[in-house]
């Protein structure tokens, strides 16, 4: 979409649908990096090489994280409540931040958002499974605050 004053979203479908609707700028930090939505109770595997990538989930209000597996440099991976072009915000700290390879990768990390963002550190081969849980949580725009809501 190119930018404008107003855009509307229509409904067409169910009444009252749960969604995730994300809108960055094309100039945003992280911008070539992966979005995912988990869309069946099965979740997905993220087998990207990429550092970043993104977790969508409107269906579900949580999602989890599992399995991790890869080279990770100290202090990573790392698990936002945001989207990845607010990762890099100072006042944007991680819900999860790994303490040892070895605790990442026996960990199963919950995250109550409908936007989750992973940062690796690096790139490579890595691999998490993300399934779906049941709240909400907020990043820098809620000013230090966790919530949940159902």
């Known amino acids: 979409f190119q930018a404008s004053n107003n855009y509307y979203i229509e409904n067409r479908g169910e009444v009252n649908p749960q969604f995730v609707f994300y809108v960055v700028d094309n100039k945003s930090p992280n911008i070539i990096s992966p ?30 994280y599992q399995a991790f597996d890869g080279v990770f440099p100290p202090g990573y991976p790392r698990i936002y409540a945001t989207g990845f072009d607010a990762i890099m915000e100072d006042k944007c700290s991680p819900v999860y931040q790994s303490s040892s390879p070895e605790n990442t990768m026996q960990s199963s990390i919950t995250v109550f958002s409908p936007i989750t963002t992973v940062d690796y550190g690096s790139g490579g081969k890595h691999n998490v499974h993300v399934n779906w849980n049941a709240g909400y949580v907020g990043c820098s725009y809620i000013l230090d605050q966790s919530y949940s809501s159902s």
Do not use: P
């Not at 995912?36 to 209000?61: C, H, P, Q, R």
């Open 35 to 64: 979005v995912m939505v988990i869309d069946d109770e099965w979740g997905i595997d993220s087998n990207d090489e990429g550092a970043v990538f993104t977790i969508l989930s409107s269906k579900y209000d949580s999602v989890r």
